[in-house]
């Protein structure tokens, strides 16, 4: 079995104004270093309207596609740009979690990771933000338990920011399980622990400004990895952002690379004990290229070596 690898070039089609972090050059970093893996390389197929539709209503993909520009930027917030190849980027996203979750649920990979831009786990019901645009993270989720007919999946997120799109999105979902951690206090302000969804499967687990490595192994040993065990999903989807890096410029949390392999490999061993090993995993954050480039090859050389 393999570790299957999903991108496309159009995802280098969205670009960003001068000086944004979220920028082509980070997806051209990742691809770099990953290019010496040996890896099952699948093109990033165009998102279908009915999967979008999954998680967001007609009107907000209509107004979407309709807000691309011709030429240079469409501003939809302070901090998220459309340019003239961001929607079809944005579908490739999309579409890239959900075929992982074919390829994997299918038994052709054994683990993927989706190297794909704009990230997603900002993006809410009716509203794109923090650089996102679809829910590429609750999109896999609910494809594998519409399509696929699963009754349990989770999706960990371990982005320095908080996932408010993906909590959003699954607020309601008593078949999703959604485990994020987070610095706090930081943008977008949510994710405090009392937030915890209609049906008690949102676990929000904040993370003290300049803290490190040894808090974050603690809080998933005593809070995250438990609660994952006792849900026992059938599939385990990975909100990977890599800004919790120690040199990320956008936040204050002091995490080092082999953070990244310890948290990446302790979720391959719970994914052996409890759904065959299967897991999906989908950029989001990241912003000093070189910290970005290093850990998610630590990351995925870690979803490799589990496949194997």
């Known amino acids: 079995m393999?570790?299957?690898?999903?991108?496309?070039?159009?995802?280098?089609?969205?670009?960003?104004?001068?000086g944004h972090p979220e920028r082509v050059a980070r997806?051209?970093?990742?691809?770099?270093?990953?290019?010496?893996?040996?890896?099952?390389?699948?093109?990033?197929?165009l998102a279908a309207d009915d999967d979008l539709l999954r998680i967001h209503p007609e009107s907000y993909i209509r107004d979407i596609r309709a807000a691309r520009p011709a030429d240079g930027f469409a501003q939809i917030?302070?901090?998220?740009?459309?340019?003239p190849g961001s929607v079809d980027a944005a579908y490739r996203a999309a579409g890239a979690a959900v075929r992982a979750v074919d390829l994997v649920l299918g038994g052709e990979a054994s683990n993927a990771f989706c190297a794909i831009r704009p990230p997603g786990h900002h993006a809410e019901t009716e509203t794109?933000?923090?650089?996102?645009?679809?829910?590429?993270?609750?999109?896999?989720?609910?494809?594998?338990?519409?399509h696929h007919g699963l009754n349990r999946v989770a999706v960990v997120d371990f982005d320095v920011h908080h996932g408010n799109g993906t909590q959003d999105?699954?607020?309601?979902?008593?078949?999703?399980?959604v485990i994020t951690s987070q610095q706090m206090p930081l943008w977008p302000g949510s994710g405090r622990p009392e937030e915890t969804g209609v049906h008690d499967t949102v676990l929000n687990i904040p993370l003290a400004p300049g803290?490190?490595?040894?808090?974050?192994r603690a809080a998933y040993e005593t809070k995250a990895f438990p609660r994952l065990r006792a849900f026992r999903p059938e599939l385990i989807i990975i909100s990977a952002g890599f800004d919790a890096h120690q040199d990320d410029p956008l936040a204050n949390l002091n995490w080092a690379t082999d953070d990244f392999v310890w948290i990446?490999?302790?979720?391959?061993?719970?994914?052996?004990?409890?759904?065959?090993?299967?897991?999906?995993?989908?950029?989001?954050?990241?912003?000093?290229?070189?910290?970005?480039?290093?850990?998610?090859?630590?990351?995925?050389e870690e979803l490799i070596k589990a496949a194997r």
């Open 2 to 18: 393999t570790t299957a690898l999903l991108t496309h070039a159009d995802c280098l089609g969205h670009v960003t104004p001068d």
């Open 128 to 146: 794109a933000m923090g650089f996102c645009l679809f829910g590429n993270a609750a999109l896999a989720a609910k494809h594998a338990l519409d």
């Open 211 to 216: 803290s490190g490595g040894a808090e974050m």
């Open 264 to 300: 990446t490999a302790e979720l391959c061993r719970i994914a052996d004990e409890v759904c065959d090993g299967r897991i999906v995993s989908t950029l989001e954050g990241g912003y000093d290229l070189n910290a970005l480039a290093q850990a998610t090859r630590a990351h995925v």
């Open 27 to 45: 997806l051209e970093h990742i691809l770099h270093a990953l290019e010496a893996l040996e890896l099952k390389r699948v093109t990033a197929p």
């Open 77 to 83: 917030d302070g901090d998220t740009f459309l340019s």
């Open 169 to 177: 999105l699954l607020w309601d979902e008593a078949r999703a399980l």
